[in-house]
């Protein structure tokens, strides 16, 4: 049984225009390419192939729009922090991603970050960007079954420190469920919320 089981794609949009109509509540999920954030999404939804791979990390510019819940939107951005974007498409994330914060339904940010690697300069100017309040800002540290407990721990303490005030974090594996059943509830406070409109 899914855990969502009205969750379906919307659409993808390749410019503001294309963003589904601003209405209800959208949470984006956003985190570096290769962060484990389509792994991420695919878990907490509970549908494999939902959220997918670009088999070119950095090449995929989308917002994938997937509706959660009715009137209840998950949007997955871009991966950010790969060297090979091309220009171009790069100078496209600023307008896209100043009409997504500025919608009246955008309320809620999760981030993907690779355990191992923590909190970096970039997913901290992405949550800074976001703006959402620390009640919605929530940080996966992906991939924790690739690192032993203690350093796992580690890692956690590390990352709360850096978001105190800004957001909470927890531990995640899309591969092994760690920390399935608390993302998933902070999924299903987030969706129980009032809309705006
Ligand atoms: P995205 O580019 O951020 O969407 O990342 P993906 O979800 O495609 O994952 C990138 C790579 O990390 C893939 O090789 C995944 O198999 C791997 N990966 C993702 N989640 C996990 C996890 O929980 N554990 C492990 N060990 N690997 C993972």
Not at 9 to 25: I, V
Not at 42 to 61: C, D, E, I, K, V
Not at 145 to 162: F, H, I, N, S, Y
Request: aromatic share 6%; glycine share 10%.
């Amino acid at each position: 049984m899914s855990q969502f089981p009205g969750v379906q794609f919307l659409t993808s949009a390749a410019a503001p225009a294309q963003f589904p109509p601003d209405q209800g509540w959208e949470m984006a999920v956003a985190g570096r390419s290769n962060s484990g954030k389509s792994s991420a999404i695919n878990a907490l939804l509970g549908r494999n192939g939902l959220a997918r791979t670009s088999r070119t990390p950095g090449r995929t510019q989308l917002y994938n729009y997937f509706e959660v819940a009715p009137g209840r939107r998950l949007v997955d951005l871009p991966g950010y922090g790969h060297a090979s974007v091309p220009g171009a498409i790069r100078a496209t994330w600023g307008p896209m991603a100043d009409a997504l914060r500025q919608r009246e339904s955008f309320a809620a940010v999760m981030v993907v970050v690779d355990c191992r690697r923590g909190v970096g300069e970039l997913d901290l100017a992405l949550i800074a960007w976001a703006a959402r309040p620390p009640q919605r800002t929530h940080v996966l540290l992906s991939k924790s079954d690739k690192l032993p407990r203690g350093q796992a721990l580690t890692a956690l303490r590390e990352a709360e420190a850096a978001l105190e005030g800004i957001g909470s974090c927890q531990l995640f594996s899309a591969h092994k469920g760690v920390g399935l059943d608390d993302a998933r509830a902070v999924l299903r406070r987030w969706l129980a919320e009032p809309t705006k409109k």
